[in-house]
């Protein structure tokens, strides 16, 4: 038996966002997201047709649910501001409605000794943002910036951690290249410069903290997947190469050190997608390398080199760089239908020490979602036995790599408590807590018990 010792000041707690926990969607001033808006159009597009109201309701219940965190071993929570919470418009007046819960939430957070991380925008675009063009519009851009600046403004005193973004990638792929979020687009160079703003807006957001004198950190929240090949065949590792440049290096080089891949530039002149620049772009990228890393890691990508000829009357997709390889005897989540490989953790860290400069990161979001828990619980509480291997068999990888130098500072699970989610709304339950949504009613799982364990000891036998 092992104990994998971590540091004692090492951060545990669990992620959430605003969208997928508060709930009061369209109460005391909240303008709708785009995901209020989706909803309304075309409720069908969500599991069970239940749409983003239906969530644990953070916003009425945060102050027991942040005894619950307590209780759990939280020293740290991260979610998110909703901007159409606080400016409901996008740019212009600010919601004090908002700006009381926040200030309440970031206060209870306090008093109870758990850091808050904040994040500005976890996916949840305001809808009067999408209907100026939303990320595809410069001026969206100029109205975010506005909005982090509101944000360090009044909540900065007691925010010492900030996140631009979560996940950046994932309002590109899922709304604009592969129909399954708001706006549906589907189209690759519009793809192209929604990523390109984004970073820019993240740029500026970063030098707008670093001016406003504030003494915290600022960072991104990165969604990073590394790419395995089938083989050592120089074509499926040119694959892997390519949908590591598409899917991880298109954030993470601008974020880190400042700067696009230069192969990622010259393939977007050769396929004339190469977004719209303004000169002086490449200083505000600069201005914004981060000074923290969060890394939300679900699964690997398994990739080959392309079999069939691109069809060039079809869109242009990052698929016509490699194709998915689906290894023989690979472990899965078979209910989200991801695949479980613990040591790609261990991968994106010692990629982080090796070839970023060992920036400070932590690992921000990883989880298991599962369906139909109901059928594990016993004496009132879910066995979920599948989710502490899972964290575990994660967490041996974190040690290791911590082990060997890599500058990881802490563990967040996905989630706190069941939430909602996108398009699968409850299809999976990710939570340390098991939520009762006609209740409300909460329960701690068997999860949640183990982890108060593992943060009040710093580890755990295995
Ligand atoms: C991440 C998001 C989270 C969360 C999680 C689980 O990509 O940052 O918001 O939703 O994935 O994924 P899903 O809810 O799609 O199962």
């Known amino acids: 038996m092992n104990f994998y ?12 966002s605003a969208a997928q926990s508060e709930g009061a ?34 916003y009425d219940h945060f102050q027991s649910d942040i005894k619950l965190m307590k209780q759990l071993g939280h020293n740290s929570f991260r979610t998110s501001i909703s901007w159409s919470r606080l400016i409901p418009d996008g ?15 970031i206060a209870e957070l306090k ?41 360090f403004e009044l909540f900065g005193q007691d925010v010492h951690l900030w996140f631009t973004f979560n996940e950046p990638i994932v309002p590109v792929e899922q709304g604009y290249l592969y129909d399954a979020h708001y706006p549906n687009v589907v189209d690759f160079r519009r793809a192209v410069q929604v990523a390109y703003h984004t970073m820019l807006a993240h740029a500026q957001a970063v030098a707008c903290y670093r001016d406003s004198g504030l003494d915290g950190q600022i960072g991104i929240i990165l969604n990073l997947t590394p790419s395995y090949p089938r083989s050592e065949h120089p074509a499926d590792q040119k694959a892997a190469r390519m949908a590591d440049l598409l899917f ?3 954030f993470l080089d601008p974020a880190v050190l400042g700067v696009y891949p230069k192969e990622l530039a010259q393939l977007m002149a050769d396929y004339s997608v190469a977004p719209h620049r303004q000169d002086g772009d490449g200083a505000i990228l600069q201005a914004g390398k981060v000074d923290v890393l969060g890394v939300n890691y679900y699964q690997p990508r398994r990739v080959k080199a392309r079999l069939n ?13 490699f194709d998915a390889y689906e290894m023989p005897g690979r472990k899965m989540n078979r209910h989200r239908g991801w695949e479980i490989y613990e040591k790609g953790i261990y991968d994106i860290l010692i990629n982080l020490k090796d070839n970023y400069g060992n920036i400070p990161c932590y690992v921000s979001e990883n989880g298991m979602g599962v369906e139909g828990e109901d059928r594990f ?16 068999e994660h967490l041996i990888w974190v040690h290791r790599a911590i082990q060997e130098g890599a500058n990881c500072l802490g563990y967040h699970l996905w989630t706190f408590i069941d939430c909602w989610s996108w398009a699968n709304a409850y299809k999976n339950r ?22 108060a364990k593992v943060a009040s000891e710093h580890g755990f036998e295995g």
């Open 25 to 58: 969607s369209q109460r005391d001033g909240k303008a709708k997201s785009i995901w209020d808006h989706w909803f309304e159009q075309s409720p069908s597009r969500f599991f069970d047709e239940v749409g983003p109201e239906d969530t644990s309701t953070f």
């Open 309 to 321: 000829a691109i069809n060039p009357d079809g869109p242009m997709m990052p698929e016509w760089f």
């Open 248 to 250: 991880n290096r298109s």
């Open 430 to 451: 990710y939570g340390f807590i098991a939520l009762d949504l006609k209740t409300q009613q909460r329960t701690i799982k068997k999860s949640g018990q183990w982890i």
């Open 377 to 392: 619980i016993q004496d009132g509480v879910v066995q979920d036995d599948y989710r502490i291997d899972f964290v575990r």
């Open 111 to 151: 008093k109870a000794e758990i850091e808050p991380f904040i994040c500005l925008f976890h996916f949840d675009m305001p809808l009067a943002m999408q209907q100026k063009g939303g990320w595809e519009n410069r001026e969206v851009v100029d109205a975010y910036v506005q909005y982090a600046k509101t944000c």
């Open 91 to 105: 740019t212009g007046a600010v919601n004090p409605k908002a700006v009381s819960f926040y200030r309440n939430m």
């Open 5 to 16: 010792q971590f540091p004692t000041d090492f951060w545990w707690g669990s992620a959430s």
